[in-house]
């Protein structure tokens, strides 16, 4: 079946690095959320897309991040001058629509190890 | 400070007995709660949900239990299978005129079913 994907599924960087991370939702899912799970912890909001627009980007913890979702599908998380605290799980997930009660599926994940 | 808490980092139980995993979380204002499993190299997938009007959401072999008054949620697991053996997080988040969501994760507990 069709689900989530995420690409690459492992990413090693150096420190200072740029790194681009890729979601592919849930054909004609039009919520997209970007997550980021660090060891021991819960899944951590970043970002959420309705349609191609940013609609909550709370969640992001500087402005070295940064996500794009040109075309209101394949969304792109974009890490610029990596650090160590990077290195987590960044997970994807989509929804038919922006709601609470419609269910969010969630990718595999990419593992980012900034050395 | 964790607004979503899990004190029980992992769980062991006898196959065909109950599981019970426990939640609590600080902010009044969350009123949608939901329970999501993680197998290790897949994305967290949703188990089952529960909102503030009711005390308890059934299906299947997985119940929810609200206690509002002590923010406490949990989630039984009867017969316990070894197939539940996984990682469940917790989630809750705050309507926001029904879009959304920032939903926010606990850090999880390692359920071991033994058989």
């Known amino acids: 079946g069709a689900g989530v994907s995420q690409t690459p599924s492992n990413k090693v960087t150096e420190k200072g690095k740029y790194v681009e991370l890729r979601c592919d939702p849930i054909s004609g899912h039009t919520a997209l959320y970007w997550y980021r799970q660090s060891l021991g912890q819960g899944p951590e909001f970043l970002i959420y897309f309705q349609g191609t627009g940013a609609a909550d980007d709370s969640g992001l913890p500087n402005d070295r991040f940064f996500a794009v979702r040109p075309e209101g599908s394949v969304s792109t998380l974009k890490i610029q001058r990596t650090e160590r605290g990077d290195s987590a799980v960044y997970l994807c997930?989509?929804?038919?629509?922006?709601?609470?009660?419609?269910?969010?599926?969630f990718g595999p994940g990419t593992r980012l190890t900034v050395l | 400070d964790q607004q979503v808490k899990q004190n029980s980092p992992s769980l062991s139980v006898q196959e065909g007995r109950i599981s019970i995993l426990n939640c609590d979380y600080t902010?009044?204002?969350?009123?949608?709660f939901l329970w999501y499993k993680k197998y290790p190299a897949e994305g967290p997938t949703f188990l089952i949900s529960i909102s503030s009007i009711k005390d308890k959401n059934e299906d299947g072999r997985f119940t929810v239990f609200l206690n509002k008054s002590a923010k406490h949620l949990s989630l039984h697991i009867v017969p316990s299978q070894p197939g539940d053996s996984a990682v469940y997080f917790c989630?809750?988040?705050?309507?926001?005129?029904?879009?959304?969501?920032?939903?926010?994760f606990g850090p999880g507990t390692r359920l071991s079913v033994l058989p």
């Open positions: 989630a809750a988040s705050a309507l926001k005129d029904n879009y959304g969501q920032n939903f926010v």
């Open positions: 902010n009044s204002m969350f009123d949608y």
């Open positions: 997930a989509s929804s038919l629509a922006p709601s609470t009660y419609n269910e969010q599926f």
